[in-house]
């Protein structure tokens, strides 16, 4: 049997996926065994012209971090696409957004106007930004362009299967690498690597039945050992999220932090997650639900860490000259 020819690829993301891609240990090398590596940048100087030599379809498998942050990121997953048979859009950042599309809570201009103009480490009273041309004495100079909205891989191009998790776990990136080896893959279109039901499902911890008045930061309290964290009143996660992490953070007394994504049954984890919390907190009126859930520091931050670009908000309402706009943005 000829060797998979495989790629991998980093775009708007913190690297992490290619880090935990390591985390199989020794298991590399049988991976090795079945795989030439064609195109990995991160450790190898890989060009993206060597890329372009390829013939269509030349890479078996390319497995692709990160999501669509600009227009490189656009470019270089369509030519991924067109040199790959199966494109994987592997960890959070490529399936929903994660952390890199909380950026659509704000506007274009806020995002460049903080990191160029008024971030304490910036010296810049010429108030220059980035150009996507600039000419120089050796020509002209080309930088990627920014788009306003993050989106993931599946937004701009088609894409066969979907690893979620930030980053995914070593033991399911290696049950999908079985997987692509034994050529046992799902139909087109699966999400490969996750569980069936929920972190709570998987979570070990007891679970008392009872409801909470107050929500407290995990550093604000010393929780009861092998108690429901969420019934303890620290905010988990693990009622919205689908398992296959075997509950890691759970297991460290951390709370989920939903990096697997909605569950199955669910599109929209933040969603999912605010129904969890509207049966689990003690309230009889609207005013004293209020005064709990204003217990949650950032809850667009928590809620759609990880799902921005997959959940039903998209990106926050944008205003223009003061009105707000009707239209959301989801286009670059």
């Known amino acids: ?10 775009a708007a993301s913190c690297g992490g996926c290619e880090i935990a891609v390591l985390e199989i240990g020794d298991r590399i090398l049988t ?31 390319c ?4 999501a669509i942050r600009n227009s490189e990121g656009e470019e270089v997953a369509q030519l991924l696409r067109k040199k790959s048979k199966v494109l994987v859009a592997f960890g959070s950042c490529a399936t929903k957004g994660c952390i890199p599309a909380l950026a659509n809570l704000y506007g274009r201009q806020e995002l460049l106007d ?27 100079l080309h930088l990627p362009e ?53 972190v709570c499902d998987e979570c070990k911890r007891e679970k008392r039945q009872v409801k909470i008045t107050k929500f407290h930061r995990p550093h604000e309290i010393i929780p009861e050992p092998d108690w429901c964290l969420l019934e303890q009143g620290i905010l988990c996660m693990g009622p919205a999220t689908r398992s296959g992490c ?17 569950t ?40 759609y860490r990880f799902g921005m670009s997959k959940s039903t908000l998209l990106r926050r309402k944008l205003r223009n000259n003061g009105k707000r ?4 943005e989801v286009l670059k």
């Open 114 to 140: 903080r990191a160029y103009l008024e971030c304490e480490s910036v010296d810049n009273p010429q108030k220059i930004f980035p150009q996507t041309e600039t000419a120089v004495a050796e020509g002209k």
């Open 146 to 198: 920014f788009y306003t909205t993050v989106r993931t891989l599946a937004d701009v191009v088609p894409v066969d299967y979907f690893l979620p998790g930030c980053p995914p776990v070593a033991d399911r990136i290696w049950d999908v690498v079985l997987a692509i080896v034994g050529g046992n893959l799902p139909s087109a279109g699966s999400v490969v690597g996750v569980g069936d039901k929920a």
């Open 31 to 61: 991976l090795l065994e079945h795989a030439d590596v064609v195109f990995w940048p991160c450790v190898a100087d890989f060009k993206y012209k060597d890329v372009q030599a390829y013939d269509d379809g030349y890479m078996d498998v």
């Open 264 to 303: 199955a049954n669910e599109e929209d984890q933040g969603a999912a997650m605010m129904g969890a919390i509207g049966s689990i907190i003690d309230a009889k009126d609207d005013d004293a639900a209020k005064a709990i859930i204003d217990g949650l520091p950032d809850p667009a931050g928590y809620f």
């Open 246 to 262: 075997g509950a890691l953070c759970l297991n460290a007394d951390m709370p989920c932090r939903g990096c697997y994504g909605p």
């Open 1 to 10: 049997m000829a060797k998979l020819k495989l790629g991998l690829y980093w």
């Open 63 to 66: 497995l692709f971090n990160g």
């Open 325 to 328: 706009e009707v239209k959301i």
